[in-house]
C-alpha cells in the first residue's frame, strides 16, 4: 500500500513539519527541548554589552517568535502552558541582565505588552498559546472539514483556557470560532487589554 521509501511510525509519535505529533507525553518533551534550544542563545544576548541591541535581539528574534509556530500547533495543555511559562520566564530573565535590572510584577505585565500597546513586545507565549491554537485550527478546518473531528476536544479545552484569560463580555465559544475563523492578532488583542488594565491597575494601587 504505502511506497517503501515512505517512512512509517510504529508509535505514531513523530515530527512533521517542525511540530511534534503524537502523545502529550511526546509533545512536552518535545518543547522542552526547543526551549533548552533557545535557552542557550538567551544566555548570549547580554554578552553583547549594548542595552538596546540586546532588546531588539530578543524581541524579535528571541522571545515570544521562537515558540510562535508551536504554540500554534500544539495543543495548549496545562503540561505545554507549563512549558511555555517556563520559556516566558527565561526570556524575562534575559531583559533582566541584558538590562541590568530587576522587573516589578507590573514591569513584567508591561514588557509583555506589544510596543502598539506602550510594551516591550516581548509578548508571553504562555498567554497567547491559547489564542495562537484557536485560530490555526479554525482555519485548518475550512481547508479539511475532517479535521474539525480529530481535534474538537483540543479545541474545546483552548477556548476555555482563552474565556479564563478575558472578561465574560470577550469570552467565546467553539461554535463561533468554527464560523468566524478569527485571526490571532484579533484575540490576542483582547488578551492585551486585560493585561494593560491590570498592569495600570497594579501601578495606580496606593502602597
Do not use: W
Amino acid at each position: 500500500m504505502f511506497y517503501h521509501t515512505i517512512l512509517r511510525s510504529a508509535t505514531h509519535c513523530f515530527e512533521i513539519l517542525g511540530a511534534p505529533i503524537g502523545t502529550p507525553e511526546l509533545c512536552v518533551e518535545y518543547i522542552q527541548k526547543k526551549i533548552a534550544e533557545a535557552r542557550q542563545r538567551l544566555h548570549l544576548f547580554p554578552q553583547l554589552c549594548e542595552t538596546q541591541v540586546a532588546l531588539s535581539l530578543l524581541r524579535m528574534c528571541g522571545s515570544f517568535c521562537k515558540m510562535a509556530h508551536l504554540a500554534r500547533t500544539t495543543p495548549p495543555s496545562t503540561d505545554i502552558l507549563e512549558c511555555f511559562m517556563q520559556f516566558d520566564r527565561d526570556s524575562l530573565h534575559c531583559l533582566e541582565t541584558s538590562a541590568l535590572i530587576a522587573l516589578s510584577p507590573s514591569a513584567v505585565k508591561q514588557a509583555q505588552l506589544s510596543m502598539s500597546f506602550g510594551g516591550l513586545g516581548l509578548r508571553s507565549t504562555a498567554m497567547h498559546a491559547p489564542a495562537a491554537y484557536i485560530a490555526t485550527v479554525s482555519h485548518a478546518s475550512s481547508l479539511e472539514p475532517n479535521f474539525i473531528n480529530s481535534s474538537q476536544v483540543h479545541l474545546d479545552m483552548a477556548v476555555s483556557t482563552f474565556n479564563n484569560l478575558v472578561p465574560p463580555s470577550e469570552s467565546i465559544s467553539t461554535a463561533d470560532v468554527l464560523d468566524s475563523k478569527p485571526k490571532q492578532r484579533l484575540l490576542s488583542q483582547k488578551q492585551a487589554l486585560v493585561l494593560l488594565y491590570r498592569s495600570h491597575r497594579q501601578l495606580l494601587k496606593p502602597d
